[in-house]
């Protein structure tokens, strides 16, 4: 990610051409994020249209309350995350503070809930491999789905932690009195990287909680 | 513009940290070019014990096991860790800003992190040769490489991972310094055709190298946990690891042969002292070839099991994709038609680059074709067809534009008679070595075996000749270019008499390039006034 802590960088004319560079720079990587994603989906794609009974199964195994729950969480934090960045184009140094504390928060919510799903599964023997204990019709297909509830909920979930790593830093810069007023660049760029999370999420909940609850 | 300064890249800090530690594109450049020479070597070292053992037909040299990591260790090596980065890392990374009259790229601090990201994959993959080595093949093919192979994929695979970001983030850095930071009046039709190819490339290393990130983290997952992603036995499904690795590696190819072909369009264009042939058509068979190339990565699954539909498909695109090279070819043969030529040692490379990547491409349509596939599959006719493409088009147009921008990076000339001299020789050598692989493969004789029967001797006695010829060849640069480095006559700012930036600022360059931005008034390749033989 780039990191334009304000001052003009030597390789830049002006301020305006090294903004833009890295606006451009942050929606290449999120481009790049999407194809590593998209990559775990088509594979869930494949799989679900090949064992179409398992998938349904495993995803009358998650807990959709939590998830639910999560899910308004998380919408939540990409909220106080936009403000944030308004905040931060208006100078107000009190509201970016509150915001990107809530923001912070509101992820943490996020992590506690999913651990306690996790550790849910895992009391459950729906974890694969060898704490795979369950015992029921098509083991098998059961546990590939599980398999991919964990490597792309896991996969969202290190995402979640590089991005509340990153909001920290922009905790203690905020406190150091930059990314105030035409500083406000890294915050505009965490935050199209909080939403990309987000949105990943969006997909994520339905996919997984959703299909098999309906009929 | 001054022909010597006295404040250069290379001569402008000291020490070991200045270089290690650097943000300048130049010297990150320079860091490039030295781990991959030491890269190509190893992989080359690799390739030798491959030809050694086939001199007989019986396996006199080595086991099955050994032989089997063996062209394993060539393959990771030779593609992960020399050619997709090759002509990027250490030409585009030279010459992207200075082409575009920029002070350094974008991000010049990401631009550092991607070598570091570069040598710890690399290190970390060829440590494997010493603690159990590798046996799947470069392809990482399930389910042997996640549940049966008792090598040590785990570090292969995630080398290989790890350097994929590395070329991610060459790709980005490229692609918004291409957008944002061109000097004034270069518009994008004014853009050397070197920049449209990188452009082109950046696209592909963005696109799918997460891709293929996601496929190995899968396998390695797998490996690691015992768990059945790829794995039939709980449903999972080899061929779709197949899909997802060569949605990527194929592209990879594209990564591997469009810097290159913009190399030849620089130097066939300075040797020729004309504008290149139908520019426009040149720059959009750039894009036109990575797009196309992310359509065809199933010819490599015609007979995995893919559905017959699919493999129609795939193949008809395949053929699309010869299109836009033959688009190249033509226009790079038509710049020549009356031009004022100088057969230096770049234009050698790039006319063998011509001519091999002709032969590759066109034996590229033989295995296009479904039924000549089937019967060609894990032949020799495929290592010759991928050979001429890998090592006749991209290690050619590498050479050939270490030799064009030689003076600009060192700011030394090397003996013009040896590096022609070393140019035959490669070429020579070369053919020698994989044209008759062609024919062994169209006997029937399969890859990836350290036996075979006697009759093929013959062929891979003159095989293994070439491949001696050839490593001879690569031998002689590194002995003249660094002999240059010392005792070679200093170079001025322009040696070539070449239009283009970089060669309006002096060899080696200053450390922010210009001193004041350049404004462009005029097209690329403006060699003669009045061109009429352009487009």
Redesign the interface.
């Known amino acids: 990610m780039?990191?334009p802590h304000g001052a003009l960088?030597?390789?830049?004319?002006d301020l305006e051409?090294q903004h833009?560079?890295a606006t451009?720079?942050m929606w290449?990587?999120l481009?790049?994020?999407i194809?590593?994603?998209?990559?775990?989906f088509?594979?869930y794609a494949?799989?679900r249209s090949?064992?179409p009974e398992?998938w349904h199964n495993g995803s009358r195994h998650l807990d959709v309350v939590m998830g639910g729950i999560n899910t308004a969480v998380l919408i939540s934090s990409s909220l106080t995350m936009a403000l944030a960045v308004r905040a931060a184009q208006l100078s107000k140094k009190t509201a970016l503070l509150a915001n990107l504390a809530l923001t912070i928060a509101f992820g943490a919510v996020f992590l506690g809930i999913k651990a306690i799903e996790y550790h849910h599964k895992l009391e459950a023997g729906l974890v694969?491999?060898?704490f795979f204990t369950y015992v029921g019709p098509d083991l098998?297909?059961l546990?590939?789905f599980f398999?991919f509830y964990f490597?792309m909920t896991g996969m969202h979930a290190f995402h979640m932690v590089v991005g509340l790593v990153v909001l920290a830093v922009l905790v203690v810069m905020t406190l150091k009195g930059r990314l105030l007023g035409d500083f406000y660049k890294p915050v505009e760029l965490t935050g199209l990287y909080w939403h990309f999370v987000d949105v990943v999420w969006i997909f994520l909940f339905p996919l997984l909680y959703l299909i098999g609850r309906h009929g | 513009m001054s022909t010597h300064s006295a404040a250069s890249y290379l001569n402008a800090s000291h020490g070991i940290a200045s270089w290690l530690f650097t943000r300048d594109h130049k010297r990150i450049a320079l860091l490039y070019l030295i781990s991959l020479s030491l890269f190509f070597a190893l992989g080359g070292m690799f390739a030798g014990a491959i030809r050694l053992e086939l001199l007989t037909p019986k396996g006199n040299l080595m086991s099955d096991a050994t032989y089997n990591k063996m062209f394993t260790l060539h393959g990771v090596v030779m593609i992960f860790f020399f050619l997709i980065p090759s002509v990027p890392a250490v030409l585009g990374n030279f010459l992207v800003?200075l082409m575009i009259g920029?002070?350094?790229?974008?991000?010049?601090?990401?631009n550092l992190l991607s070598w570091y990201l570069y040598m710890a994959g690399a290190l970390l993959a060829v440590t494997v040769a010493v603690t159990g080595g590798v046996d799947t093949g470069w392809t990482f093919y399930t389910p042997y490489s996640s549940t049966y192979s008792n090598t040590n994929v785990m570090a292969t695979a995630a080398g290989a991972f790890i350097a994929g970001f590395s070329s991610?983030l060459t790709g980005?850095?490229f692609?918004?310094?291409i957008?944002?930071?061109r000097a004034p009046g270069l518009t994008w039709f004014r853009l050397p055709l070197f920049i449209w190819a990188h452009y082109a490339t950046a696209l592909i290393q963005?696109?799918?190298?997460?891709?293929v990130?996601?496929?190995l983290l899968?396998v390695m997952?797998e490996r690691g946990?015992?768990?059945?992603?790829f794995d039939p036995?709980?449903?999972?499904?080899p061929l779709?690891f197949q899909h997802?690795f060569w949605?990527y590696s194929h592209p990879a190819v594209y990564i591997m042969i469009l810097p290159s072909m913009g190399v030849v369009s620089e130097i066939i264009a300075a040797f020729s002292r004309k504008r290149i042939f139908g520019y426009d058509f040149v720059a959009f068979s750039s894009l036109a070839i990575a797009l196309l190339g992310f359509l065809v990565w199933g010819h490599h699954m015609f007979v995995s099991g893919q559905s017959m539909y699919a493999g129609l498909v795939f193949s008809v695109l395949s053929f699309l994709v010869a299109v836009p090279s033959a688009v190249k070819v033509f226009n790079w043969t038509a710049t020549l038609y009356r031009g004022s030529i100088s057969f230096d040692a770049p234009m050698l490379y790039a006319l063998g680059f011509i001519g091999l990547f002709t032969i590759g491409g066109l034996t590229g349509l033989f295995l296009a074709t479904l039924g000549v596939d089937v019967h060609v599959h894990d032949t020799y006719f495929v290592v010759a067809h991928f050979h001429y493409i890998m090592v006749g088009g991209a290690l050619f147009g590498y050479l050939g534009g270490l030799h064009y921008w030689w003076p600009k990076l060192t700011g030394r000339l090397y003996p013009h008679t040896w590096a022609r001299l070393a140019a035959a020789i490669i070429f020579l050598g070369f053919n020698l070595t994989f044209f008759p692989q062609f024919l062994l493969g169209y006997l029937g004789m399969p890859r990836r075996y350290h036996v075979y029967p006697e009759e093929f001797q013959v062929l891979n006695v003159f095989s293994t000749a070439g491949a001696s010829v050839l490593g001879i060849g690569y031998l002689m640069p590194l002995i003249y270019l660094l002999w240059s480095l010392r005792s070679g006559a200093k170079a001025d700012s322009n040696p070539w008499n070449a239009k283009g930036l970089e060669w309006q600022v002096s060899s080696p360059p200053p450390v922010?390039n210009f001193d004041q931005?350049p404004t462009v008034t005029e097209e690329a390749y403006a060699y003669a006034p009045a061109d009429k033989g352009g487009s």
Do not use: C, W
């Open positions: 780039p990191e960088a030597q390789q830049f004319e051409q833009e560079s451009l720079g290449l990587f481009i790049t994020e194809m590593f994603f998209g990559g775990l088509a594979a494949v799989y090949t064992h398992a694969p491999g060898r098998d297909h546990q590939l398999l490597i | 800003p920029a002070r350094d790229l974008a991000f010049p601090k990401l991610i980005l850095n692609i918004v310094t957008h944002k930071m963005v696109l799918a190298t997460p891709v990130a996601i496929a899968l997952l946990f015992g768990v059945g992603i036995k709980l449903g999972g499904d779709l997802l949605f922010h931005v």
